[in-house]
């Protein structure tokens, strides 16, 4: 009776840390941004960005943001760096707007000072990253 | 041999067992809730619940239209609010999830203007509101009313509430009661935008507030869209019914969006955005009048 029980305590045990062993834990880079924004911006949002291990090949999520306020978008990611996650700001009409990677180099946060009011696409993506693994946050000040 | 069969046939049993136990213990919760609920749950949208908490996420933060009024000099007006004492009036679901997306906004704003004492009226208000609603358990009060004691304490003020609302919605959507996140939502945008147009009716001269009641068109439309899934329940049709009366005022209001493509330079680390497109809100004084009364007669059947 003691094998099987401790069999069965085994097979979970193993099956559990797999599982864990391939996921993303979001939620924890996401609280880790918000108290890295900068100074003077007010929290506004968190996001997920989880890759699902390199089968997606964006994350992408929606804000109305308006005339008059400064946005800043953050990033962070495990390791020191941003591996290659970098985020895009899209118009309502999909011109691109904003991006974190200038002339070849990606840095880990945007701050957009916006002058139109709309609806935008907060995009991220993928460049060479290798956990496909991160949180973000979004601040705002006047 | 024997000893070893029993325990095969028993295993499975046990799991069968627990699992049900486990199960019924949820479904009874989950039933109570239900049976509490004067939403028609079951009237709600076939559609993703996806698609939902994507729109939801675009309704900026109330707390974005309070910065905006300090920033252009508007004084604090605490007779705009709604009264914390209000409270017993809200006895069903649906007024309680409105009424506290309006308090959530009323306390944002006495925080913005660094009114602490105020703010500290609202928190019991919500705390009620949301134990009521199965959500109190995201407001931890005795934190907040710390922060709100010293005026130091501006920032962590602002970002536990803000996390505390952004949680709640986050949660509601997970179990499948969006519809309280829409209320919620509604209630809190509906109480900023009574604040906003009023304060434009009271400085016709302030075009930034003109303008920022103008660029509420955007927000309308998500709201319709998002009402408009819940429209086969009475209250939220009628929610609905007053969105399109205020839509209609709004069909004059254009906004004119033009694209320019922005440059960039980076600053200690952070790509700093020079924007270069801009918008244009056309809209009179007016406009903003009968806007303001719409707004004012809705917010007066929600918070009544």
Request: glycine fraction near 8%.
């Given at each position: 009776?003691?094998?099987?029980?401790?069999?069965?305590?085994?097979?979970?045990?193993?099956?559990?840390?797999?599982?864990?062993?391939?996921?993303?834990?979001?939620?924890?880079?996401?609280?880790?941004?918000?108290?890295?924004?900068?100074?003077?911006?007010?929290?506004?949002?968190?996001?997920?960005?989880?890759?699902?291990?390199?089968?997606?090949?964006?994350?992408?999520?929606?804000?109305?943001?308006?005339?008059?306020?400064q946005?800043m978008?953050?990033?962070?990611?495990?390791?020191?760096?941003?591996?290659?996650?970098?985020?895009?700001?899209?118009?309502?009409?999909?011109?691109?707007?904003?991006?974190?990677?200038?002339?070849?180099?990606?840095?880990?946060a945007i701050a957009y000072?916006?002058?139109?009011?709309?609806?935008?696409?907060?995009?991220?993506?993928?460049?060479?990253?290798?956990?496909?693994?991160?949180?973000?946050?979004?601040?705002?000040?006047? | 041999?024997?000893?070893?069969?029993?325990?095969?046939?028993?295993?499975?049993?046990?799991?069968?067992?627990?699992?049900?136990?486990?199960?019924?213990?949820?479904?009874?919760?989950?039933?109570?809730?239900?049976?509490?609920?004067?939403?028609?749950?079951?009237?709600?949208?076939?559609?993703?619940?996806?698609?939902?908490?994507?729109?939801?996420?675009?309704?900026?933060?109330?707390?974005?239209?309070?910065?905006?009024?300090?920033?252009?000099?508007?004084?604090?007006?605490?007779?705009?609010?709604?009264?914390?004492?209000?409270?017993?009036?809200?006895?069903?679901?649906?007024?309680?999830?409105?009424?506290?997306?309006?308090?959530?906004?009323?306390?944002?704003?006495?925080?913005?203007?660094?009114?602490?004492?105020?703010?500290?009226?609202?928190?019991?208000?919500?705390?009620?509101?949301?134990?009521?609603?199965?959500?109190?358990?995201?407001?931890?009060?005795?934190?907040?009313?710390?922060?709100?004691?010293?005026?130091?304490?501006?920032?962590?003020?602002?970002?536990?509430?803000?996390?505390?609302?952004?949680?709640?919605?986050?949660?509601?959507?997970?179990?499948?009661?969006?519809?309280?996140?829409?209320?919620?939502?509604?209630?809190?945008?509906?109480?900023?935008?009574?604040?906003?147009?009023?304060?434009?009716?009271?400085?016709?001269?302030?075009?930034?507030?003109?303008?920022?009641?103008?660029?509420?068109?955007?927000?309308?439309?998500?709201?319709?869209?998002?009402?408009?899934?819940?429209?086969?329940?009475?209250?939220?049709?009628?929610?609905?019914?007053?969105?399109?009366?205020?839509?209609?005022?709004?069909?004059?209001?254009?906004?004119?969006?033009?694209?320019?493509?922005?440059?960039?330079?980076?600053?200690?680390?952070v790509?700093v955005i020079?924007?270069?497109?801009?918008?244009?809100?056309?809209?009179?004084?007016?406009?903003?009048?009968?806007?303001?009364?719409?707004?004012?007669?809705?917010?007066?059947?929600?918070?009544?």
């Amino acid at each position: 009776m003691k094998k099987v029980v401790i069999a069965i305590f085994l097979l979970f045990s193993v099956g559990l840390s797999t599982e864990l062993a391939g996921q993303c834990d979001a939620e924890s880079y996401t609280s880790a941004c918000i108290p890295k924004l900068a100074t003077g911006f007010n929290f506004l949002k968190s996001y997920k960005i989880d890759g699902e291990g390199g089968t997606k090949d964006k994350v992408e999520y929606s804000y109305v943001f308006t005339k008059g306020t400064q946005y800043m978008i953050n990033l962070c990611t495990p390791g020191a760096n941003v591996d290659g996650i970098v985020v895009s700001l899209y118009d309502a009409n999909r011109n691109k707007v904003a991006s974190s990677k200038i002339n070849g180099q990606v840095v880990s946060a945007i701050a957009y000072p916006c002058n139109a009011t709309g609806i935008y696409y907060i995009q991220y993506t993928f460049d060479g990253s290798a956990a496909h693994c991160g949180g973000s946050a979004l601040g705002f000040k006047r | 041999m024997a000893k070893r069969n029993v325990m095969r046939s028993l295993i499975p049993m046990i799991a069968l067992v627990l699992l049900a136990a486990c199960s019924s213990g949820k479904k009874s919760d989950e039933q109570a809730f239900l049976e509490s609920q004067d939403t028609a749950r079951d009237n709600g949208p076939t559609i993703p619940e996806e698609v939902i908490g994507s729109i939801l996420q675009q309704i900026p933060s109330p707390l974005e239209i309070s910065a905006m009024l300090k920033e252009s000099g508007s004084r604090y007006e605490p007779g705009l609010l709604n009264s914390p004492d209000n409270l017993p009036k809200y006895n069903s679901n649906y007024k309680k999830a409105l009424n506290l997306g309006v308090f959530g906004t009323d306390l944002g704003y006495t925080n913005i203007y660094q009114k602490s004492k105020d703010g500290i009226q609202y928190l019991s208000s919500i705390k009620s509101l949301a134990n009521d609603l199965n959500i109190g358990q995201f407001f931890d009060i005795e934190t907040i009313g710390r922060l709100a004691a010293n005026s130091k304490n501006l920032d962590s003020l602002l970002l536990i509430t803000t996390q505390n609302f952004n949680n709640i919605n986050g949660y509601l959507q997970n179990q499948r009661r969006e519809h309280l996140s829409v209320l919620l939502l509604t209630g809190g945008w509906v109480e900023a935008m009574n604040v906003v147009s009023q304060a434009a009716l009271a400085t016709p001269s302030n075009k930034e507030l003109q303008e920022k009641v103008g660029e509420q068109k955007i927000i309308i439309e998500k709201l319709i869209l998002l009402l408009g899934f819940y429209k086969d329940d009475a209250n939220m049709a009628g929610l609905l019914k007053d969105m399109q009366s205020l839509m209609a005022a709004y069909e004059k209001i254009n906004i004119v969006y033009t694209y320019k493509e922005s440059t960039v330079e980076v600053v200690n680390g952070v790509a700093v955005i020079k924007d270069n497109s801009s918008t244009t809100i056309q809209i009179t004084k007016e406009d903003v009048k009968s806007i303001s009364a719409l707004v004012g007669a809705m917010r007066d059947r929600i918070i009544g």
